[in-house]
């Protein structure tokens, strides 16, 4: 787990990570929150509707966000004041993330920082892209 300080983060400053989706995962989500929706739990729905199984939950994507601030950048003193997202291309079952934060600017006089995030699938594909407003907690 990184321990950045306000004083450490920089434009530029970036951090990434990888995460597979599993079932597990799916099935947690479902418990947690319960969407029930078939779209995210029956593969024939999901072919019928046009996709090639059932579909990740894009909140479940999007939750990587809190393991990128939290852990990553800046880690322990984060707290995260305000994310925006847009999910460009679905995730399934099985796909690989890779989870991308990069500070793009920093307010000194607030002392927060803006983080540009994406995540992209094993294929390249960018299936989530947005912002985080970010504060850095005292150590």
Do not use: C, W
């Amino acid at each position: 787990m990184n321990r950045y300080r306000f004083e450490d983060i920089k434009v530029g400053l970036k951090a990434s990570f990888t995460v597979k989706i599993t079932e597990e995962m799916m099935n947690s989500f479902r418990n947690i929150t319960g969407d029930i929706n078939p779209l995210h739990t029956d593969d024939d729905f999901a072919v019928k509707k046009g996709f090639e199984g059932k579909v990740a939950y894009g909140m479940l994507t999007a939750s990587f966000l809190s393991a990128l601030a939290g852990v990553y950048l800046p880690g322990e003193n984060s707290l995260i004041r305000q994310v925006e997202v847009k999910f460009k291309k679905p995730v399934f079952p099985g796909d690989e993330l890779t989870v991308t934060g990069e500070v793009s600017d920093v307010n000194e006089e607030f002392k927060i920082f803006d983080m540009k995030v994406t995540v992209v699938n094993a294929s390249g594909d960018k299936v989530l892209r947005g912002t985080m407003q970010m504060g850095v907690l005292d150590a």
